[in-house]
């Protein structure tokens, strides 16, 4: 079923027993943008992720406050703009990129990073090839190296032609997640998290890890465009309280 960005944010928040209204209040302050159909509400060129499961991402990120984010497929870096952005507002949270052609961190195969990275992930955003065999390999390892109450998150689940390639992936790796279609988008998200571990703590947020310092032009732009909102936000404000 296909859903508004604010009735989502309130399926996730009830599926994921998180804050629905501070989820809601963080997309609404995202206004990066995303892959639109429609020219005028277009940022980023086809191949990215949509505006309103950029925004879905960012307010789990600022909602989850993970301190290690691993994403897969990374092209256009839209999703890794929504993600850096909520990391600049969290003040911490280091995101490594993984793309087997395009620009990122690590230049190789998804399945084939995890399979050799020793480091442990809180937040996984998969949106790499979708088909069959490396969904499954990607959810079968990630979750091998995800801190409790780690999520991971794979683009496209609902696709109308490779959603149930990503949809039969994670589900031969053993897991059911939720799956999520929000308006416009065609693709969905879909979402699991693992169980919280009550010995270890998972909200790491005590020691800071600065964001990273060199930033994609994508992000740069991102960051710019956050700021000028944030700028007329204080400005309303200022005028309001001078009146
Ligand atoms: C749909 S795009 C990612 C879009 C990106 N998330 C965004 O919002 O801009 C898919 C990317 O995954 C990469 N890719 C495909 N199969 C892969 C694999 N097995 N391992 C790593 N990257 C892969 C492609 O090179 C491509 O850049």
């Known amino acids: 079923m296909t859903m508004n960005l604010h009735e989502t944010l309130w399926k996730i928040a009830t599926d994921f027993n998180l804050d629905a209204d501070e989820l809601i209040r963080y997309a609404d302050a995202d206004e990066i943008g995303g892959y639109h159909t429609n020219p005028h509400f277009k940022k980023f060129e086809c191949g990215a992720i949509w505006g309103v499961e950029g925004q879905i991402i960012y307010a789990l990120v600022c909602a989850l406050q993970p301190e290690n984010i691993l994403e897969l497929g990374t092209l256009r870096g839209c999703s890794y703009a929504h993600m850096e952005a909520a990391t600049i507002v969290n003040e911490g949270g280091v995101i490594t990129t993984v793309d087997n052609a395009h620009n990122a961190d690590f230049n190789m195969d998804a399945a084939e990073y995890l399979r ?4 442990t992930w809180d937040f996984v955003f998969e949106d790499t090839g979708h088909g069959v065999e490396i969904t499954r390999d990607i959810w079968a390892l990630a979750v ?27 589900e031969r790796a053993g897991f059911s997640p939720k799956y999520y279609l929000t308006a416009p988008s065609d693709c969905g998200l879909a979402i699991w998290r693992k169980p919280l571990d009550t010995t270890v703590s998972t909200r790491k947020s005590v020691t800071k890890t600065p964001p990273r310092k060199t930033k994609s032009p994508a992000t740069q732009l991102a960051a710019k465009r956050q700021a000028a909102v944030v700028k007329v936000a204080v400005d309303r404000i200022s005028n309001k309280e001078g009146n």
């Open 144 to 170: 091998q190296r995800l801190n409790p109450g780690g999520v991971i998150i794979s683009h496209d689940a609902m696709h109308p032609t490779v959603g149930i390639e990503v949809r039969t992936g994670i």
């Open 116 to 119: 050799t990275s020793d480091d």
